[in-house]
């Protein structure tokens, strides 16, 4: 799972591909460090990229997405947000968004 560092970044990753999926953490957050290796778990299993951004790093970032809590699992597809999971992530739910992300992403090439 690659880091962003910026908002800068994150606009340039989220214009450039057509699906991704972004966690976004903070510092002392046992949900978010519970959490993040089960959704890195899931990067094998699908094509489209992963990032994660600390936004303690990167607060900007949370301004900009109205993100009010962490952990937050964003998915993006064309550019846009397709699924928002916040603060406690039903895996299973996100395994569906992500295999119909999957399935989009066969469609369109």
Known sequence: MEQIQSYEEWIEIAQSLDSLLLFVKTDNCSVCDGLLPQVAALQSD???PFYMVNIADAPEIAGQLSLFTAPVVLL???GN???RFARFVQMNEL?????ELEEWGKHVD
């Open 95 to 99: 395994n569906k968004r992500l295999g």
């Open 46 to 48: 699908y094509s489209l």
């Open 76 to 78: 993006y597809k064309e």
């Open 81 to 83: 947000e397709y699924a």
